[in-house]
């Protein structure tokens, strides 16, 4: 549970149909389970939530979820965001203080992780959001635009997030280059008016949503992680993250 009792977190999971790569991709079966069951059951785990549900477009999800004990919300499939789908979301949760962003095609994702990010978040009342990033290790990931990346302040807090490489390694370079990974905690009062703020320029330039939020002077905590799961966009990474998910169900 949170720290004080006046805090309600709140982890909401946003499930959509439509994939150009993977149509249908949550309720893909793996391991004998939907994809998003998956997602549900490890985040069920935090410690840190108050509670839990997936948010939906499409009625073919919102069956399956409920089927398998799940809280379910139906939200319009007309958001541009997944921000806004969250901030629909929320409402059904007027309790909320806090709301935690858990990607729905992350079925290794560590519940432990989601815990840090809350408590990062309800621990200092000047933050805005938390997220998470990772080193980078791979060299080619450094250029690939696919890979988002962070710079810090000194404080821990995101300086800007970028898909090139930051910081330019003129000089050796001191820290680790780092790979901002997409969950994202939030003050639901911030949220809210996150949604409705006008698009900014290098949110536009970069496509990356969460530079609104700086460009608007909002702090964003960054969680220092090794922990990357391995997210589902194929039914080629669908087959790679069974075969895990089979290993841990033997080894338990």
Same mark, same amino acid.
């Given at each position: !549970?949170?720290?004080?009792?006046?805090? @309600?977190?709140? *982890?909401?999971?946003?499930?959509?149909?439509?994939?150009?790569?993977?149509? *249908?991709?949550?309720?893909?079966?793996?391991? *004998?389970?939907? #994809?998003?069951?998956?997602?549900?059951?490890?985040?069920?785990?935090?410690?840190?939530?108050?509670?839990?549900?997936?948010?939906?477009?499409?009625?073919?999800?919102?069956?399956?979820?409920?089927?398998?004990?799940?809280?379910?919300?139906?939200?319009?499939?007309?958001?541009?965001?997944?921000?806004?789908?969250? /901030?629909?979301?929320?409402?059904?949760?007027?309790?909320?203080?806090?709301?935690?962003?858990?990607? *729905?095609?992350?079925? &290794?994702? %560590?519940?432990?992780?989601?815990?840090?990010?809350?408590?990062? &978040?309800?621990?200092?009342?000047?933050?805005? !959001?938390?997220?998470?990033?990772?080193?980078?290790?791979?060299?080619? %990931?450094?250029?690939?635009?696919?890979?988002?990346?962070?710079?810090?302040?000194?404080?821990?807090? /995101? &300086?800007?997030?970028?898909?090139?490489?930051?910081?330019?390694?003129?000089?050796?370079?001191?820290?680790?280059?780092?790979?901002? #990974?997409?969950?994202?905690?939030?003050?639901?009062?911030?949220?809210?008016? @996150?949604?409705?703020?006008?698009?900014?320029?290098?949110?536009?330039?970069?496509?990356?949503?969460?530079?609104?939020?700086?460009?608007?002077?909002?702090?964003?905590?960054?969680?220092?992680?090794?922990?990357?799961?391995?997210?589902?966009?194929?039914?080629?990474?669908?087959?790679?993250?069974?075969?895990?998910?089979?290993?841990?169900?033997?080894?338990?």
């Amino acid at each position: !549970m949170p720290a004080t009792s006046h805090q @309600y977190i709140v *982890g909401l999971i946003p499930s959509r149909w439509g994939s150009s790569r993977f149509p *249908g991709k949550p309720l893909h079966m793996i391991a *004998g389970k939907p #994809l998003v069951q998956h997602v549900w059951e490890r985040v069920s785990r935090c410690s840190k939530l108050n509670d839990i549900a997936i948010a939906t477009d499409d009625q073919r999800i919102y069956d399956a979820a409920v089927a398998f004990g799940a809280k379910a919300i139906m939200t319009s499939p007309d958001h541009p965001s997944g921000s806004d789908r969250l /901030a629909e979301a929320v409402q059904s949760f007027p309790n909320a203080t806090h709301v935690i962003n858990i990607q *729905g095609d992350e079925p &290794l994702i %560590d519940p432990a992780l989601i815990d840090r990010l809350a408590e990062a &978040l309800v621990s200092d009342s000047g933050i805005s !959001m938390s997220t998470v990033a990772c080193p980078i290790s791979d060299p080619d %990931d450094l250029e690939n635009p696919n890979i988002v990346k962070v710079a810090l302040t000194l404080t821990g807090d /995101a &300086l800007y997030f970028s898909r090139s490489v930051i910081p330019y390694a003129r000089n050796p370079r001191i820290t680790p280059a780092l790979r901002h #990974l997409g969950i994202y905690a939030y003050r639901r009062d911030f949220l809210e008016n @996150y949604v409705n703020w006008a698009p900014t320029p290098h949110e536009q330039t970069e496509s990356l949503e969460q530079l609104r939020a700086l460009e608007n002077g909002a702090r964003i905590k960054v969680i220092l992680t090794d922990h990357v799961s391995i997210g589902v966009d194929t039914p080629e990474q669908a087959a790679q993250v069974e075969e895990i998910l089979q290993k841990e169900l033997n080894n338990n």
